[in-house]
């Protein structure tokens, strides 16, 4: 792990870094040792210094904790391949009114968490040890979250959501077991309500709690930020 | 309204009322003026004094918010009339086997909201002014809960939940428009999950925010008290 740059502000040091190909952040407080890492994975279209990622490091480093994000595969400063490239343009169409784009999005999201789940597993060992691991992610990040919360016992507790059993794997959802907070937004406009219910609903975590707010994909209302933070301290603090 | 007996313990004074034949308790915190006040309904078979509705309001003391709990009809220090007698054994006779009990357990909650809601109304009349207004009730606290906070402007903000559209009117739901946490509880052996779904979405409030976990009916994680104190923090405080 190489790390390229480092600025601090307002108490937060912030370096970038690459990892053989892959380029990454790491957000840590200055004035102390960390007492948990949450990893952070971004959005769909969005990238490791999306404002919402930024924003939601910059809270937890004033915590104490540390945060890392890095760019999804076809994201951010990541190269899309020939097979991105026709997905994502057929997805568009779809979204667009030319057919449901959901099987789509899954495959896409199946493909992408193929090579994130190691590229993730590669940049805890090369942190080494900054406390007990979360893992917050919604939407994109959630598909690819759960499959990587699943296999990596690191990972001792999630925030997930904006996501259901349309465009993420149910079948990874059982393999997770550490405690779960799910997000879903009432009246989501891409993914149906039944579909999130049901996603959460496979979740194997003995603690899990869903949160349900009314508003579309993008409407997630600014208390729940408070609210994944003190679950967050609930079980790795 | 008349106060009967006072306590104070850890620095919460509990005092019994009785507003005409309706018997009630108050709490309040002894060093300061209550922030706000929340009304307390109690779940069915219990009373204003059962050992949730005390940890409940002595908790909300020491934030420094008022509570009050009043005996629902038919329950604590409250006669059954013969119509009451005559439904709770047939809804008992259902809940062991012979038949749904829902039917009777909605028909007898619309018989008990008709008479809590001006009780309770008078009771906000008698205590005066304590601050902003809230409500917190679960499984029968909550079927008698919405047509109050439909009905009682005074209320700002409430807590609802263990209930559904089988066993609490989703009319009256309807005409609920305050800020609104609901509690579900996934494995609900009482109420079936769609029906708690849709007394969620019968909700006309602009913000409202579901809170379901796994378990059965009586098993809300402690963790919710938290969150129930932090909301209403958030909208009376």
């Not at 993420?168 to 907070?181: C, K, N, R």
Request: with cysteine; hydrophobic share 45%.
């Amino acid at each position: 792990m190489r790390f390229t740059s480092q600025t601090s502000t307002d108490g937060v040091t912030e370096r970038s870094f690459t990892l053989g190909e892959l380029p990454g952040v790491l957000w840590t407080p200055d004035d102390a040792e960390p007492g948990a890492l949450i990893l952070i994975g971004h959005g769909g279209g969005q990238h490791k210094q999306a404002p919402g990622v930024v924003a939601r490091a910059i809270r937890l480093a004033a915590y104490g904790f540390a945060a890392a994000a890095i760019d999804a595969p076809a994201h951010g400063d990541r190269p899309k391949t020939a097979e991105h490239d026709q997905i994502i343009t057929e997805m568009r169409a779809r979204m667009s009114g030319a057919g449901d784009p959901l099987p789509l999005l899954a495959e896409f999201h199946a493909l992408l968490a193929a090579q994130t789940v190691p590229e993730w597993r590669s940049v805890l060992d090369a942190l080494g040890n900054l406390g007990p691991v979360g893992y917050w992610g919604m939407s994109l990040g959630c598909a690819l979250g759960i499959p990587l919360v699943a296999a990596e016992p690191r990972i001792r507790a999630a925030v997930l959501g904006l996501s259901g059993t349309s465009s993420a794997s149910a079948e990874a959802a059982a393999g997770v077991a550490v405690p779960v907070q799910f997000m879903m937004q009432w009246d989501d406009e891409l993914i149906p309500r039944e579909d999130a219910l049901a996603l959460f609903d496979a979740l194997a975590s003995g603690e899990k709690t869903l949160h349900a707010n009314p508003g579309k994909h993008g409407d997630v209302p600014a208390f729940e930020a408070d609210s994944a933070l003190r679950f967050f301290a609930r079980h790795l603090g």
